[in-house]
């Protein structure tokens, strides 16, 4: 049973923020710590800032051999089997280090010359040259680190979505950046059938981390080595029969062998192919679509047709007002979603004097929405819901216009169920652009038929010709 089955949140994964785990069993999942590059936001930026911290302590400790220091460190990585997220095959058994394994990894570090040399300088640099640590540790070590932030991301995803949360909650282990140490608290979390239950964006998560050591030798390291076997024209080199020099990748292994400790020999030996890795890995792996996410067909791909009935189905009135705003809301981050992530009701502005129906972070790195990250203010996406039966005016666009700032980004969507002058609205909004206060694309209920079209037309998902050919009407 699922999280949203068992809290009848009558959503779906398309339309939830989080990954919707199984309350009993792991899923393989792993949270990619360079996912948080593309994070545009404080929770973004603290998990990023933790992460760091936490290392550098712990490479301070291996390098002035501080023994106890390092143990602590690592015998505080709990197994974070709250997130329902790993390899274990039946129940929530969790892979954290814990004490058993602490002395381990410590001496693993200690050993490596790729620490000591200075070639790991991140958490994602242990997964290329460390013995033992893989996607699963690395993925366990963050959970660990950003506890804090996952706890927090969860109590406000329990606000959102009508989780029920249970009072004072043993936290486990927190990172404390301040000095540089473990501490734990009492916390507010929801509970599952095998106890408390961490809820993870799916933004953070993947099947494989970004950096992959199969993937670095063999197209940064066997590149290196080859072209150091042709320039010296050693023996590895075969000569074919239109007369082209070649050195094959089984010929590289044969003579150099695979494993990390030929990574660490290598690499320190070429460090120019760590440098272009480093280079090429800037940002992360992209993240998983609703396709690469579908563990079950009818639970993880989007029913369109029900997105759009919840929205067209609705009377128009305050009657409907607040089932119109959360309709809207599952519907836009189904075909928004990775682009948009982490939908906000009723965000407070101004010291709680203004409100935002829906702020959306803008994650996006490609498509339309990263084209308008690149020319426009947009870390955020602003979204009123008008659920009106008559024409909205210059009140309904100055009111979501008055919600941008050069902070928060001047770009949104204003909802609504019907135009009675489309060239009137578009005038209206594009009066907004020209006065330089923002850039709003007002759609009705035909433009999210429109956009539930292009969302099942490959290449189109990510590109919205709607959304582009309006915007441009703004400014052009």
């Known amino acids: 049973m699922r999280v949203s089955e068992y809290f ?8 939830l923020d989080f990954v919707d785990v ?9 949270i990619d710590p360079r996912a948080f590059i593309t994070i545009p936001s404080d929770w973004g930026n603290e998990c990023i800032a933790l992460i760091r911290d936490y290392f550098s302590v712990l ?9 106890s220091t390092g143990l602590y460190l690592l015998a505080n990585l709990k197994e974070p089997k709250e997130t329902g997220l790993g390899l274990s095959v039946q129940g929530r058994k969790g892979r954290g280090v814990g004490f058993e394994r602490s002395e381990d990894l410590w001496e693993a570090l200690c050993r490596s010359e790729a620490v000591q040399s200075g070639l790991v300088e991140d958490l994602e640099d242990t997964a290329l040259m460390i013995e033992g640590i893989g996607p699963d540790m690395i993925s ?23 989780i029920p949360i249970q009072q004072d909650i043993p936290s486990g282990p927190l990172w404390n950046p301040r000095d540089h140490s473990w501490i734990s608290n009492f916390v507010h979390l929801p509970s599952g059938e095998q106890g408390k239950l961490i809820l993870v964006p799916k933004i953070i998560i993947r099947y494989n981390m970004t950096y ?26 075969e000569i074919l029969k239109n007369g082209t020099r070649r050195v094959t990748k089984k010929a590289l292994i044969g003579k150099y062998g695979t494993g990390k400790a030929v990574l660490v020999e290598q690499t320190l030996s070429h460090p120019d192919a760590l440098r272009r890795y480093h280079s090429d890995k800037r940002l992360p792996n ?31 009135g305050t009657g409907d007002a607040d089932n119109y705003e959360k309709a809207i809301e599952s519907l836009l981050y189904a075909l928004f979603y990775p682009a948009l992530v982490n939908p906000e009701s009723q965000h407070k502005i101004h ?11 803008n994650t996006a790195n490609e498509g339309f929405f990263k084209w308008l990250s690149q020319h426009y203010r947009s870390p955020y996406i602003f979204v009123e819901c008008k659920n009106y039966g008559r024409e909205i005016g210059n009140p309904e666009i100055d009111q979501l216009s008055g919600r941008f700032s050069p902070l928060r980004g001047q770009c949104g969507i204003l909802a609504c169920r019907s135009f009675e002058n489309n060239n009137l609205v578009l005038k209206r909004c594009r009066d907004t652009a020209i006065d330089q206060r923002g850039y709003i694309i007002a759609l009705e209920d035909s433009d999210l038929v429109t956009l539930v079209e292009q969302a099942r037309r490959p ?14 009407r703004l400014i052009m």
């Not at 199984?22 to 792993?30: K, P, Q």
């Not at 030798?217 to 050693?234: A, C, D, M, P, V």
Request: contains cysteine; hydrophobic residues 30%; proline residues 6%.
């Open 59 to 67: 490479l301070r400790a291996i390098r002035e051999n501080n023994k």
């Open 351 to 361: 010291e709680g004097r203004k409100r935002i129906d829906i702020t959306f972070t």
């Open 212 to 237: 992959d050591p199969d993937e670095y030798y063999r197209y940064y390291l066997l590149e290196e080595l080859r072209n150091e076997e042709l320039s010296s024209n050693s023996g590895l080199v």
């Open 459 to 472: 290449g189109q998902d990510i590109e919205f010709p709607l959304l582009r050919e309006r915007f441009e």
């Open 22 to 30: 199984d309350v009993e069993n792991d899923v393989r999942l792993f």
């Open 286 to 316: 992209h993240p998983l679509s609703h396709i690469e996410l579908m563990r079950d067909p009818e639970k993880d791909i989007p029913n369109w047709d029900q997105l759009l009935r919840n929205v067209l189905n609705l009377n128009p």
């Open 8 to 15: 009848n949140l009558n959503k779906t994964q398309p339309s």
């Open 140 to 162: 366990d070590i963050t959970t660990n680190v950003i506890r804090e932030p996952l706890i927090e991301y969860t109590q406000a995803v329990c606000q959102v979505y009508g």
